[in-house]
């Protein structure tokens, strides 16, 4: 066994090392604590690894990122996303039947109870759709009083809220723009169904074009899974307290909701606009966020991971050229983009801070030309990363190390002080 050596007060401990399957070394200090009474001081875990996991790989400097062992660029824009769902929850890829099962079975049971329903009557109308989306998660074990127990079926749990999660989202679009809601049918994949219940009308036939499903399908993907991020982290850490399913995801949908993770795609739609409102002059903005003084940042640069370009990022880049030139789009913020990247990847600054665009850069545009309301890019990711939530806590609740998670502080506080009575007025 590999080991390292710490030497603290004059006195040698031996650190075991372990070591992934693509050679990644991590101290196991597990019983650090009890051998030397010291913790790691760790603000925002950057370092710290908190399990090990077969789910996904991330070189970041290298710029790789592989679902089970798969480059992410050999699945997205090539498969379906319920196919990268079933490779992302069980582990392989499924046989044409095994797919053609599973995406009936989505289907299936994307129909949410009947009581659910009459929920989205009672949520105000400036309800933001993630705040919708993470009650209506979070309630649905209400419905399945016996989920965890010894005869439950876990597949149907995780075919539930694969298939609930977009008729929840698209449902609650609906309602917040006074249309009937649409359901969903078994000859659509995924992402067409997603994208009739949006969109289509009771009263004529839609045919969802097939230039937007496949869109659809491969921004789904590349957000499936990024390994111990906020949200899976917090999937994870919720799950280690033997919550369900439903409450471990709801509080991942909250995690991804803020603007430093999930929103991050909607500030940079926001950042372009106003860029387009005050004339287009980007270069201006480049020098505002190099500006330590002004508030200002360049949103959809640079990754926590990533010090080599986002590879989600590279994909997005050529899909939006793609499918904005198939479906005849002319988006002026498109332009904005490639300017500030072109200008942000030539300049000194962004080059020595390797300030490189991430996913969030080009993804909110997409959306954009799909149809999908700013405020439901959020959302949108919240669907795909579903099936990559959905893995992380499978894996976590089968761990045989399966610990509640407790991470320690340093105190910095005052010492000890004694309380002296006083009679209050």
Same mark, same amino acid.
């Given at each position: 066994?590999?080991?390292?050596?710490?030497?603290?007060?004059?006195?040698?401990?031996?650190?075991?090392?372990?070591?992934?399957?693509?050679?990644? &070394?991590?101290?196991?200090? !597990?019983?650090? !604590?009890?051998?030397?009474?010291?913790?790691?001081?760790?603000?925002?875990?950057?370092?710290?690894?908190?399990?090990?996991?077969?789910?996904?790989?991330?070189?970041?400097?290298?710029?790789?990122?592989?679902?089970?062992?798969?480059?992410?660029?050999?699945?997205?824009?090539?498969?379906?996303?319920?196919?990268?769902?079933?490779?992302?929850?069980?582990? !392989?890829?499924?046989?044409?039947?095994?797919?053609?099962?599973?995406?009936?079975?989505?289907?299936?049971?994307?129909?949410?109870?009947?009581?659910?329903?009459?929920?989205?009557?009672?949520?105000?109308?400036?309800?933001?759709?993630?705040?919708?989306?993470?009650?209506?998660?979070?309630?649905?074990?209400?419905?399945?009083?016996?989920? +965890?127990?010894?005869?439950?079926?876990?597949?149907?749990?995780? *075919?539930?809220?694969?298939? *609930?999660?977009?008729?929840?989202?698209?449902?609650?679009? /609906?309602?917040?723009?006074?249309?009937?809601?649409?359901?969903?049918?078994?000859?659509?994949?995924?992402?067409?169904? $997603?994208?009739?219940?949006? $969109?289509?009308?009771?009263?004529?036939?839609? #045919?969802?074009?097939?230039?937007?499903?496949?869109?659809?399908?491969?921004?789904?993907?590349?957000?499936?899974?990024?390994?111990?991020?906020?949200?899976?982290?917090?999937?994870?850490?919720?799950?280690?307290?033997?919550?369900?399913?439903?409450?471990?995801?709801?509080?991942?949908?909250?995690?991804?909701?803020? /603007? =430093?993770?999930?929103?991050?795609?909607?500030?940079?739609?926001?950042?372009? *606009?106003?860029?387009?409102?005050?004339?287009?002059?980007?270069?201006?903005? #480049?020098?505002?966020?190099? /500006?330590?003084?002004?508030?200002?940042?360049?949103? &959809?640069?640079?990754?926590?991971?990533?010090?080599?370009?986002?590879?989600?990022?590279?994909?997005?880049?050529?899909?939006?050229?793609? #499918?904005?030139?198939?479906?005849?789009?002319?988006?002026?913020? =498109?332009?904005?983009?490639?300017?500030?990247?072109?200008?942000?990847?030539?300049?000194?600054?962004?080059?020595?801070?390797?300030?490189?665009?991430?996913?969030?850069?080009?993804?909110?545009?997409?959306?954009?030309?799909?149809?999908?309301?700013?405020?439901?890019?959020?959302?949108?990711?919240?669907? +795909?990363?579903?099936?990559?939530?959905?893995?992380?806590? =499978?894996?976590?609740?089968?761990?045989?190390? =399966?610990?509640?998670?407790?991470?320690?502080?340093?105190?910095?506080?005052?010492?000890?002080?004694?309380?002296?009575?006083?009679?209050?007025?």
């Amino acid at each position: 066994m590999t080991t390292a050596k710490l030497i603290y007060n004059g006195q040698e401990y031996d650190i075991p090392v372990i070591v992934g399957t693509e050679n990644e &070394g991590a101290l196991d200090i !597990r019983k650090l !604590r009890d051998t030397t009474g010291l913790i790691t001081y760790d603000p925002g875990y950057a370092n710290t690894g908190s399990c090990q996991s077969a789910i996904t790989f991330i070189d970041g400097d290298r710029g790789i990122l592989r679902y089970r062992g798969y480059p992410i660029e050999e699945l997205a824009g090539s498969v379906r996303f319920s196919a990268a769902a079933y490779l992302m929850i069980y582990g !392989r890829m499924p046989s044409e039947a095994e797919f053609m099962e599973w995406r009936k079975q989505l289907t299936l049971n994307s129909l949410i109870h009947a009581s659910q329903v009459n929920f989205f009557d009672n949520y105000s109308a400036h309800a933001h759709p993630m705040n919708i989306l993470s009650a209506m998660v979070s309630s649905i074990s209400s419905f399945y009083p016996h989920i +965890g127990g010894e005869n439950d079926n876990m597949d149907q749990h995780i *075919q539930r809220l694969i298939g *609930q999660v977009k008729t929840i989202a698209a449902f609650s679009y /609906r309602k917040s723009v006074g249309l009937p809601y649409i359901y969903p049918r078994t000859d659509h994949s995924y992402s067409a169904n $997603f994208l009739r219940m949006m $969109f289509a009308s009771p009263a004529e036939e839609y #045919v969802v074009p097939k230039v937007m499903e496949n869109a659809l399908d491969m921004l789904l993907i590349l957000h499936m899974d990024h390994e111990q991020n906020c949200s899976t982290s917090t999937v994870r850490m919720v799950a280690s307290s033997m919550s369900n399913i439903y409450a471990s995801v709801s509080a991942g949908i909250n995690a991804l909701w803020g /603007r =430093l993770h999930g929103g991050a795609n909607e500030a940079v739609l926001n950042m372009l *606009q106003r860029i387009a409102d005050d004339g287009s002059d980007y270069k201006k903005y #480049v020098e505002l966020a190099k /500006r330590k003084d002004d508030p200002f940042k360049l949103m &959809g640069f640079g990754h926590r991971v990533y010090k080599n370009f986002d590879p989600r990022s590279k994909i997005l880049k050529k899909a939006v050229d793609d #499918v904005l030139t198939e479906m005849g789009i002319q988006d002026p913020l =498109l332009d904005i983009a490639k300017n500030l990247e072109e200008v942000a990847l030539k300049d000194d600054f962004f080059i020595e801070r390797k300030l490189y665009p991430n996913v969030d850069f080009y993804s909110g545009i997409l959306y954009r030309a799909l149809g999908i309301p700013t405020e439901m890019f959020t959302v949108l990711f919240a669907i +795909g990363r579903m099936p990559g939530w959905i893995a992380h806590w =499978l894996e976590m609740s089968k761990d045989p190390d =399966l610990r509640i998670q407790r991470p320690r502080q340093v105190y910095i506080g005052e010492n000890l002080r004694h309380y002296e009575k006083t009679i209050y007025p």
